[in-house]
C-alpha cells in the first residue's frame, strides 16, 4: 500500500506502530529522532509520517516544522502521535504543519481514521 515513516525515539512504541502498519500492508521505515526523521523523509519520500514530539536532538514540533516549510518535504503529510494530551499541544502541533494529532497509543481504529483520508489525498 503505502510507504510511511514512523519517527519515535521509543523502540516500544516503533513497534506497535510497525505491527499496526504492516497489518495493514503498509511499508514501514523507523526514525530515532526528530534530525533522522527529516534526513529519511528527505531520502525516501515517504507517503505520511507519523511522529512523536518528546525525542532527542531536535522535538517533533521542530521536526514537523522543517518538514511542512521544506518544498522537498511539504506535501508528506505528518500526523503526531504523542502522549502529551492536552488541547495546547494539539493546537500547536497543527499549527507547525501537522495534518493529523492523536495521543498515544492510538487504537488501530484510531489510527486508520486519521491516516486513511491523508493517504488517499496524497
Request: negative net charge; without cysteine.
Amino acid at each position: 500500500m503505502a510507504k510511511i515513516l514512523v519517527v519515535d525515539d521509543s523502540p516500544t512504541q516503533q513497534e506497535a506502530l510497525r505491527r499496526l502498519l504492516i497489518k495493514q500492508g503498509h511499508e514501514v521505515i523507523i526514525a530515532n529522532n526528530g534530525l533522522q526523521g527529516i534526513e529519511i523523509a528527505k531520502r525516501e519520500n515517504p507517503a505520511l509520517i507519523l511522529m512523536d514530539i518528546v525525542m532527542p536532538e531536535i522535538n517533533g514540533f521542530q521536526a514537523t516544522r522543517q518538514l511542512s516549510s521544506d518544498p522537498d518535504t511539504a506535501s508528506i503529510p505528518v500526523v503526531i502521535v504523542s502522549t502529551k494530551d492536552q488541547s495546547f499541544d494539539r493546537t500547536y502541533g497543527l499549527r507547525q504543519g501537522a495534518k493529523g494529532y492523536l495521543t498515544k497509543p492510538p487504537s488501530e481504529q484510531e489510527l486508520l481514521d486519521t491516516i486513511q483520508p491523508l493517504l488517499k489525498a496524497s
